[in-house]
């Protein structure tokens, strides 16, 4: 019994080579068996490559199922070129609207502290749980001919409902809370120091929003941008109410698709699908890069 | 928040505004509540107060008629499995890729996505092509007996679509943050894993986890786009109640397209309620300041 325990293994003293490895994996305790973890995360692939992305190949698929020639027909046709040029259209004067109200939202709400701030925040939100249809639904009962401003309208013989002012008021809706509830939680905890600094220095209102919050927030706008666009161009239920599908006319990209598809003409319909398609994955992209590179300059919930 | 000391008992009646340095006050909320008031607050109104013309009576008549009952009840059922659906299976996707590493994680975060990215009548109608009878998946269900286009299951399918994101991202911040100290303590305790999991992980992630079911309900119960055209649209069968809006609406039969609408919006506005308790109870839980 005289042998000194030399022996003793050494390695499970040895601190865990910390920046390279991840403690998760070290520390057993905290995670789960090999075969536990790889059941799990197969699942979890098969659900989304299954339920999320099949979709998305679908669509090209059926785009080009009757050849290239007929894909670019499809997009190149009179009825698509116009919806494409109102969809265009409807989210180029939607957006920069519900950018500036964004804005403008964001810095009384974050900048300022005043009562019922929480309940202004939450009625911003509202739209967020409207349904698309009752979206549309609310300005065909104002400027329908049955509404309240309808008869008016039609004797000053300007269209609303059934044009593209409809349209418009019908996307501002939709998209109503995006740049705001991007910008709000960022501003929060940006706070205003950056700001009463500008000011006692003898900077200007106007300085102090130009050259130090716009510059503070503007991957944060851009980001609210994005997801506002994207959703401005593809709305589909209460753009459909107001739009009285009148083709060449009234029919943004998304009708335009559902007016195809209805006359089984599939792949024309999918033709244009995959470019509404192309614009999501372009989104989400820019998105994801925005994520990436500047990931501490925008809100820290990412909520939607 | 500006704290205010105030002796305890005294009632102090609050200002609207605090005193504040930072200009723009009166120009920047007077233009968000006006621009607040014309294009939300004042069009939905105009919603309660058409259905208030046909009275309790009417609005009752409306929502009981067989055709809309059937409507509503497709909506709201489809939606509660969806929204269970995506819990379970949000869960797990927000776990493995909060918990595990393996290749290509990046990209396929961004991928989860897609269903906020992609317009609903595109996900419609790819949704349909690969449930119909000879699509990519429907050939091989179809065989099984499982019709999914057409059918309510369908209307269900297209749900899940759209609702999943909302769970995965209330779930993934709470999961990431969640300390694992708590973790170890639970396990030199003596804890299995299982237990762990299920006692000290689970409890702390309830609240986000009941958010994520809210909101993927809230959206599934008003979407339109992705469900109407996998869902065949048979009166009383598969037709959901934003599609009876619209017909109501082309038959000209404003009150009754309103009663179903009001309807729609008392429940959705009871459910954002719901949201912002569960959000509150939240923040509580997970002990942030805000």
Redesign the interface.
Known sequence: MSTPMTTLDHTLQDPPKLPFEPLIQKNAVITEARWVRVTLTTLALLFLLGFLLLPLISVFVEAFRNGVGAYFDAIREEDALAAIKLTMTVSLIAVPLNVVFGVVAAWAITKHSFRFKQLLTTLIDLPFSVSPVVSGLIYVLIFGAQGWAGPWLSEHNFKVLFAVPGIVLATVFVTFPFVARELIPLMQAQGTDDEQAALSLGANGWQVFWRVTIPNIRWGLLYGVLLCNARAMGEFGAVSVVSGHIRGLTNTMPLHVEILYNEYNFSAAFAVASLLALLALLTLGLKSLLEWRHGEELAATRKH | ??ALSVAPGSTVI?P???R??????GL??G???F??SL???I??A??FL?TADLGWQGIWNVVTSPRVDAALRLSFGAAAIAATLNAI?GL??A???V????FGK?L?D??????????????G???T??YSGN???GQYLEPLGIKVAFTPLGVVVAM??IG???VV??V??VLEEAE?EL??AA??LGAT?WQ?VTRVILPAILPALMTGYALSF?RA?????SVI?IAGNLPMKSEIA??L??IK?EE?D?AG??AV?AT??VI??V??LI??LLQAWSRTRSGAK?
């Open positions: 928040m500006t609050k609207l505004k605090h504040s340095v930072m200009p723009g006050f920047s909320l233009f968000t509540i621009y607040l294009i939300v607050l069009p939905l105009g919603v058409k299976f797990l996707i776990w493995v890729f918990r595990y590493d393996f990046k396929l961004a991928t989860i996505d897609l269903p906020f990215a992609l317009p609903t009548a595109v996900a109608i790819a949704l092509a690969l699509g990519w998946v899940t679509f999943l994101p909302f991202r209330t993934q911040p694992k973790e170890e396990a030199s894993r762990t809230a119960v008003g979407e339109y786009g055209f934003p599609l809006i619209i609406l000209f404003y397209a309103t609408a729609m919006l959705s506005f459910m954002l949201i912002n805000k």
